[in-house]
């Protein structure tokens, strides 16, 4: 940061605007991103219909409906007698926000405190990580109706039926944070760790003043992943649980009406990609606030 | 080698750099000639250019202006026909070879077949006395023997001409001073022609038949100190007094441009371009 | 001479990487203990949790329908991951030669790796024929390509410059600095992307498989166990799944240990 003051004797307003012109730049770029996949897609569209090719499979209005198609399905109703989709839509996603910001917390706690646990203990770490690791080859969809069955009954009442979800999500988070706390904890300064010893400093100290601040760039850097986890564990939860008020119940309903009307699944998917992206850019933002200084391949 | 005693390696003509990225000039007007087998150092404080021109001597770095010629011909033409070899400050070996693999890396740049490579590198483990950690991988290494893999690297091909820049920079004295003599008695054998790159005003002497002093912004030469000890030099050579009175020349003449020796650290920019 | 370097004996080392192993199966025991004594002492219904002996002795009755369904899923996570793998190997081999198109990209990469791809699934489905294999191997390829393609591109741009320069004073052509510095400091980024893509691609199959596929197919199987409330064939089932996953995730370790053999994790082993 003073680097940075020293080198740039550039007035205060000059690198504001500059840093206008680079946010307007950025978002010139996504809505270039934007119009070229759009003309990407109907030019596929266009090439494989007109050529009659079948391969990978057939292109027509069911497999890949007009972009147009699917952005006037936003603005009408799914059924008759209900607001327009995007309205719905935006409905579900804020429930599945929920699950995932619920799942994504509990997560995170669980995955930052066996981190925190297994730092201090080289045995734990040969005993448990294994186990750790080997979790996430568990197919978290086929548990997840023995978690609903199982959680559901136990939660008080404003967790009932969505708090078994996000205790899903938040079996898809807690991974990343683990391992990436444990690796950040360990990746304080040896040099730095004399030091507290020759303070005579206990391990409680050791951990929030020097380990904590060290790791923040390895668990920030989970956090990212936990984010698109932690959507996907709320989507995913709900498919079992037989929930209709998210993303995922609606992508199960849109996907028995696909044949029909497939530019309503299409639209449900296009606003659980948005939502996975809005998660993730809270949690990279969130980041460059907490963490100023840059992580180097924290992956 | 085609090149007469008469020939100089290195020819240096009217040269300057300047870096577009901050407007930098980081060597104005450099003129210098080497010998075939003269062992020439480098000096100056940090900033002073002298790393940048140990590059455009290697063609690692384009000149603004001026003439760089190696054994006759342009440096860019002496690259590609591996007139010399390079050692930097880092060991900058592979971690993924092993120690003979690594001393063996220019020879298959170059096609020689298994059987010369296996017979060259032998002899190199030899020269720097390595023998029996073939198989070792850099990590397993300390510093200085890192630092002398780099060294049989560089030598592997025989080049006639030894480009080091501040190779022994990152040791402890006891090391490098060790390496000092690995390297004087390396070069009487070969009878190669060495660019020095240092920091340290006891090194440069200690090695060189020449002390080329350079003074920063911009870099230019500042004055050359021609260094008369007797060859072959020891651990004695440090204590006699002509070498204090060498360090001492030199040291003036570093301080009469009205600039001290900073410490250690070194201006990325010119240091490390691209 | 100071690089004094202790190699103990094959002997002691094979004794020492057993001895590493020992925490992990007293705990493993430890669990299977306390997982059967929970359930007896809390009286835990069978048909929520039931004890690990009985999903074992499940799985032996059903390993006539577990096992081959479990291999059809296994292909489909296997091709997925062949696919999607070397998908992502290629896009970055060429993408990342121009650095520019590789910047471009990158964001695109990062945005589109945080997109549920999961939920695609059904698309997927209805793309290609629901019964047949494909659309659970495009699912699954999908989902590996991106942290495949991300991290190789991450791994090619990563060269240390002092490498290159050496290389350069060699006269060596950007094929060969290719061959000998880039490829090689890719590789530890690359296996990192392999192993997270191993466990994604056997996730991506039985999801995907839950949105229909043929009957002797792993997800549609637990599934069905599930809703018919036979939970014990449906732990079966997840037990049969973890143990293709964990053998997928095995020879992607073990490949790793025999091509990248110089960096850290293989020099605490």
Redesign the interface.
């Known amino acids: 940061m003073a680097d940075a003051a020293v080198a740039s004797p550039v007035p205060r307003r000059a690198v504001r605007t500059a840093a206008i012109a680079r946010a307007a730049g950025r978002a010139g ?1 996504v809505v270039a ?1 934007m119009l070229a996949l759009v003309g990407l897609w109907e030019l596929y569209r266009w090439i494989w219909s007109s050529a009659g090719w079948t391969w ?2 057939v292109v027509d209005s ?2 890949m409906p007009h972009v147009w198609t699917i952005l006037k399905a936003f603005g009408q109703p799914a059924q008759v007698n209900q607001p327009a989709l995007i309205n719905i839509l935006l409905h579900k996603s804020l429930f599945t926000a929920k699950e995932a910001v619920v799942g994504f917390g509990l997560g995170a706690v669980i995955g930052f405190a066996i981190g925190v646990v297994l730092v201090h203990s080289r ?2 770490q ?6 750790i ?2 979790s ?8 997840a ?2 978690v609903v ?2 959680v559901n009954p136990k939660l008080p009442g404003p967790f009932q039926g969505w708090g078994a979800v996000a205790v899903i999500a938040a079996y898809l988070t807690f991974f990343p944070v683990a391992i990436n706390t444990l690796r950040g904890l360990q990746s304080a300064d040896p040099r730095a760790l004399e030091l507290m010893r020759s303070y005579a400093a206990s391990r409680w100290t050791v951990l929030w003043k020097l380990r904590v601040p060290s790791s923040l760039p390895y668990v920030f850097s989970a956090f990212r992943l936990a ?2 986890a932690s ?2 564990g709320a ?2 939860g709900e ?2 649980s037989g929930l209709q008020s998210g ?2 119940g609606a ?2 309903n849109f ?1 028995q009406y ?2 029909l009307e ?1 530019q309503e ?2 639209a ?2 296009i606003v ?2 948005a ?3 809005l ?3 809270v949690v990279v933002l969130l980041e460059k606030a907490v963490v100023r200084r840059a992580p180097e ?1 924290v ?1 | 080698m085609s090149v007469s005693d008469t020939d100089p390696v290195v020819r240096i003509e009217g040269l300057t750099k300047t870096f577009a990225r901050g407007n930098v000039t980081a060597l104005q007007d450099i003129d210098l000639e080497l010998m075939p087998g003269e062992f020439v150092s480098l000096i100056g404080p940090s900033g002073c250019g002298k790393s940048t021109l140990l590059r455009v001597i ?1 063609d ?1 770095v384009e000149p603004t202006a001026g003439s760089v010629t190696v054994n006759g011909k342009p440096a860019k033409r002496a ?4 007139d ?3 050692v ?1 400050q ?1 060991s ?1 070996l ?3 070879r092993t120690v003979a693999k690594n001393i063996g ?2 020879l298959e ?1 170059l096609g020689w077949d298994r059987d010369k490579r296996k017979q060259r590198i032998d002899e190199m483990l030899d020269l720097v006395e390595l023998r029996g ?1 073939e198989e ?2 850099p ?4 510093g ?2 890192q630092q002398r893999v780099s060294i049989a690297r560089a030598l592997a091909f025989e080049p006639a001409l030894l480009l080091m820049d501040e190779p022994f920079g990152a040791l402890d004295e006891m ?1 490098r001073e060790r390496l000092n003599l690995e390297l004087l008695s390396i070069w009487q054998q070969l009878g190669s022609t060495v660019v020095f790159v240092t920091h340290s005003i006891s090194e440069a002497v200690f090695l060189s038949t020449r002390v080329v002093v350079m003074s920063p912004r911009p870099g230019r030469i500042a004055g050359i100190v021609p260094i008369d000890l007797p060859y072959p030099r020891g651990v004695e050579t440090r204590e006699e007094t002509r070498f204090f009175e060498l360090v001492t020349q030199v040291r003036e003449l570093l301080r009469s441009r009205g600039e001290h020796l900073l410490p250690e650290e070194e201006l990325g920019l010119l240091e ?1 371009p ?1 | ?3 004094l ?1 202790v190699t103990p004996s094959v002997g002691r080392r094979a004794a020492r990487r057993a001895g ?5 199966a ?3 025991v430890l ?1 299977i203990v306390v997982w059967e004594g929970a359930i007896s002492a809390f009286h835990i219904q069978q048909f ?2 039931p004890r690990p002996s009985d999903i074992v002795s499940t799985f032996w009755t059903n390993r006539h329908t577990l096992w081959p369904a479990g291999w059809t899923t296994f292909k489909e996570a296997l091709g997925g991951f062949a696919f999607g793998s070397l998908g992502g190997v290629l896009v970055a081999t060429v993408v990342g030669r121009f650095r520019v198109v590789g910047n471009a990209l990158m ?2 990469a990062i ?1 589109a ?4 791809i ?3 699934a ?2 997927a489905n ?3 024929n629901p019964l047949s294999s ?1 659309s659970k191997m ?1 699912i699954a390829g999908v989902l590996c390509f991106l942290p495949v393609m991300v ?1 190789t591109m ?1 791994g090619l741009q ?1 060269a ?4 290159i ?2 290389m ?5 052509s950007e094929l ?1 600095i290719w061959r ?2 880039r490829v ?1 400091t890719a ?1 530890p980024y690359l296996f ?1 992307a392999l192993k997270v893509a191993s ?1 994604l691609a ?2 991506g199959a ?2 995907a498989e ?2 229909g596929g043929a009957f002797n197919a ?2 549609v199987l ?2 069905s166990d ?2 018919i409330l036979d ?1 014990q064939t ?2 079966a ?2 037990l049969v ?2 143990l293709l ?2 053998a997928l ?1 095995g020879a992607v370790v073990l490949a790793e240990r025999l091509v ?4 850290p994790a293989t ?1 605490e082993a």
Request: hydrophobic letters at 55%.
């Open positions: 770029a991103v990978p499979f069911t497999s045995l734990l040969r005993g448990f990580l294994p186990y690791v080997g996430q080859t568990i197919p978290i969809l086929a548990i109706p023995m069955v199982w984010a698109t959507i996907v989507i995913i498919l079992p993303l995922g992508i199960l996907n696909y044949s497939p699944l299409w449900t998917n659980a990609a939502l996975g992206i998660f993730f850019s391949n992956a | 290697g690692l690259r590609a026909d591996r010399y070899g390079i930097f880092d900058v592979f971690d993924w890396l220019p740049m950690f070792h991988h990590w397993q290494l300390s200085g023997m090391t490390a691209e | 001479m100071s690089g370097i590493d192993w020992v925490p992990a007293v705990v493993f669990a929520l949790l964001p695109i945005a790796n945080a997109v549920p999961i939920a695609f059904p698309i209805a793309w290609f494909t495009a991290n991450r990563s240390d410059p002092r490498q320069e050496l350069r004073s060699y006269a060596a060969e000998r510095v090689p590789l990192t466990v056997m996730i039985i999801v839950y949105f792993l997800g637990i599934r599930a809703q939970f449906a732990w089932g997840i799944a973890s996953g964990l995730y990248v053999r110089w960096t020099r």
